[in-house]
């Protein structure tokens, strides 16, 4: 435990300081209203603790040496997608998190970091966390409230770690498939995006405002990337978002509008540019559209070296931090240049380029959410949340999320499946893949094939419906004959992340899942597909040799889920929330362009009973 020393304390039972009322300091005092305790803080910090608030480095960065969190007054550490302890288990994370905030804690003023980290599907970055289905999934089951739920349970099992902050959620409109990103987004329009921000209200509880604490086990939420990421020319991850004003606030910025009517407590900013301005430099969206019109109180962070991208060469410079400050950008992910922007930062301070009133307003930002979180009276793990990470009732939940999430594209007849009356054959690369199956942002950045985490294969779904003794599986679709009632082919895309998924040419299937698709169709069975992919693909010249098609996205864990649906105990109710194109040469296709599609946006069967 650890004692402030700067005035009169008092130690709660649960082990947490705080000033005893009545004597200290206003800001260590909780019965305080937030904005007196922020502004006591303000007028005790120097030059050199507020540019420490207004730098986020990455964790593996200090690991060697924690003391620099104090020394250079950092306000925030993240943990990039794959940076994690070893053994990346929930009991190393809390024990980690606690040793960086007691080292924050060392720090003349004793102000707590704030920890960041892109759970974007569940806890992803640890091993045995609940991996729900990805927000492409989660957008076509048209449900409101279940999102909220996923954003409580992911909460739920970040604080269970420790960490108090999610980069999440992505509120990018994608409208051409083609982008890397496409499956990080709710759908291809505004409407649907905005709705399913209650998510937010999972994440961060209802109480996140001026003058109350959060509610334990709650996490600060953030709306990503501001703004137009979806809209690329070509669909390309970073690229230049070609629009006029009214078609970005008609398109691009309802869902953030949405976001900051919930409260949400941060905005983070896009990599692209909107009509050849970097996002990072766009003072005009960002300090007078988002701050001021939308009246977002919370604070901005740049995105991953984001201001290093500004002049389009490696690292920073002393302008580009000029103008991401100077934009509106209040905290800057340098991951691992933190010294060097804190030295550049002070000099543009000192030589009046930036102002002290922009670093006040920042610092302003920043603690308030530091206060309304708690973490000035509760720094450390929430223990009482650890045993909920990958628990059966978030499991449960999952498996829910995939059953709602499912689009029944095509069905002659063949779907449900009954569970007895004859042998089911079942191919495809991604039937028994835990890895292909949660997608990228899966325990590393890109994701990865393989048993990478624990969870229910779709394959392992469909043996115990019908039984293992009555399913064969055949990866590659080898050994099927006549003799089986139906072949499930379980096919797609394999994990990627980021401009790592753009495809700029083909968006087919590839030659393995084709030569497999072949091999099924030549034995004179039935063939239901499940898709397994983070966007429409390019299948309508396969389509006609396929009973029927299940477009499953990329489910996470619970691949029990799709095994519902298949067996009809559960009857399908998932909409397409993009439009399916005829042929990727039709990209971008979105709902109201004129444009002939192969299903339109809000397409989905259901079972005839």
Known sequence: MLTLALAPAFVSGAGLVSAAPGRGPDYLNPAKPVQVRVKDLLSRMSL????????????????????????????????????????????????????????????????????????????????????FPHNIGLGATRDPRLVERIGRATAEEVSGTGIDWDFASCLCVARNDRWGRTYESFGETPQLVSSMTTVIDGLQGRSLNEESLSDNGSVLATAKHYVGDGGTTGGVNEGNTELSEAQLRAIHLPPFRAAVRRGVGSV???????????????????????????????????????????????????????????????MVMVPYDYQKFIDTLRTEVQAKRISMARIDDANRRILTKKFQLGLFERPFTDRRFTGTIGDRQHRELARQAVRESQVLLKNDGVLPLRKNGGKIFVAGKNADDIGDQTGGWTITWQGSSGNITPGTTILQGIQQKAGASNVTYGKDGTGIDGGYRAAVAVVGETPYAEGFGDRPGSMSLDADDLATLQRLKASGVPVVVVLVSGRPLDIASELPGWNALLESWLPGTEGAGVADVLFGEYNPTGKLPDTWPRSASQQPINVGDGQQALFPYGYGLRYHR
Do not use: C
């Open 48 to 131: 050199d603790d507020k540019l420490g608030q207004m730098t986020q480095a990455e964790r593996a960065a200090v690991t060697g040496n924690p003391t620099d969190i104090a020394t250079y007054r950092l306000g925030s550490l993240l943990s990039g997608g794959g940076s994690t302890p070893t053994p990346n288990t929930p009991a190393a994370w809390a024990e980690m998190y606690d040793t960086f905030q007691r080292a924050a804690l060392q720090s003349p003023l004793h102000i707590p970091i704030i920890y960041g980290i892109d759970a974007v599907h569940g806890h992803n970055n640890v091993v045995g966390a609940t991996i």
């Open 268 to 330: 983070m900013i896009s990599y692209s540019s909107w009509n050849g301005v970097k996002m990072h430099a766009n003072r005009y969206l960002i300090t007078d559209v988002l701050k001021g019109e939308l009246g977002f109180s919370g604070f901005v962070v740049s995105d991953w070296q984001g201001i290093d991208k500004i002049d389009g060469q490696s690292g920073f410079t002393a302008e580009e931090v000029d103008t991401a400050i100077n934009a509106g950008i209040d």
